[in-house]
């Protein structure tokens, strides 16, 4: 049975050597070398002595901060609608389905809606308001990456919420708890391990968004996502763009342990 097992095994692994730990191994040799093929830090000293370098990884982590949060203030009351109302199914199924869409289409679609002629300004324009800025803003990048990054907060939230004991909640009510105290003490620490993983699964990829911040944001919003892009594909320093591609994994794998360290402890 376990060289069967072992046999099932051996695609996955392959998988992992050949596209996750081949590229992070490259990524760190780029990152620790100069031009000439030579070990070095010159990198890393350049990225902690450049200004711009360190405000734009200040801007990644603020922007995810807003994001996350956008999204958690969204996603907490929508999976708690969906925990209680019928046919559960079908709602978790309208909120996943916009996952089943490109992320570079539903971009283009967000900017037709935003644009200086899209629908909204034209929505603004029947009710007798000019039209308005609302493409190229960090407001609107803000609210488009949440908008994406919803259902992915959503699933872990409302996992917790639907293998909460409902018997907890009934004592609460019969020991007089009111339905404000009820939520603050019994369901809310109670679904925390869902609300830490939604901040994972969101709070992660929402610190290398590059695309988005491109079309959607303009040159407003510039995060480390958006420097790695530009050291690749621009100026064509792949070792500086491997370092900063390796400090944000550094950033990525703190925040990782620093949310999940609660559940660790018990």
């Known amino acids: 049975m376990r060289s069967k097992s072992s046999f099932f095994i051996i695609p996955y692994v392959l998988w992992l050597l050949l596209f996750v730990v081949m590229p992070m191994i490259l990524l760190a040799v780029n990152a620790f070398t100069n031009g000439q093929g ?41 999976a708690l609608v969906i925990a209680h109302c019928r046919h559960q199914r079908v709602w978790l199924l309208l909120v996943i389905l916009p996952t089943w869409i490109n992320l570079l289409l539903k971009t283009y679609a967000f900017i037709g809606l935003l644009g200086q002629h899209g629908l909204i300004n034209q929505a603004l324009q029947l009710i007798g308001l000019a039209p308005r800025q609302l493409l190229f803003t960090k407001t609107a990048f803000v609210i488009v990456a949440a908008y994406i ?13 639907h293998a909460l004991d409902q018997q907890i909640i009934a004592a609460a009510r019969d020991l007089g708890a009111s339905s404000w105290q009820t939520f603050w003490r019994v369901v809310w620490p109670l679904t925390l391990p869902g609300v830490r993983a939604g901040v994972q699964a969101v709070f992660i ?49 703190l925040v990782l342990l620093a949310t999940s360290g609660k559940e660790q402890n018990k």
């Open 205 to 253: 990829p929402s610190l290398s968004l590059f695309m988005i911040t491109r079309l959607i944001g303009g040159n407003k919003v510039i995060t480390l996502g958006t420097a790695i892009e530009e050291y690749f594909l621009t100026t064509m320093n792949w070792h500086m763009g491997s370092m900063i591609g390796v400090i944000l994994i550094v950033i990525m794998v």
């Open 149 to 161: 990054e919803i259902p992915f907060m959503v699933l872990p939230i409302y996992n917790s919420l």
């Open 38 to 78: 030579q070990v070095s830090l010159v990198n890393l000293r350049a990225f902690l002595t450049n200004g711009a370098c360190l405000k734009m990884m200040v801007n990644s982590f603020w922007y995810a901060v807003l994001i996350t949060g956008l999204t958690l203030l969204i996603s907490y009351p929508l």
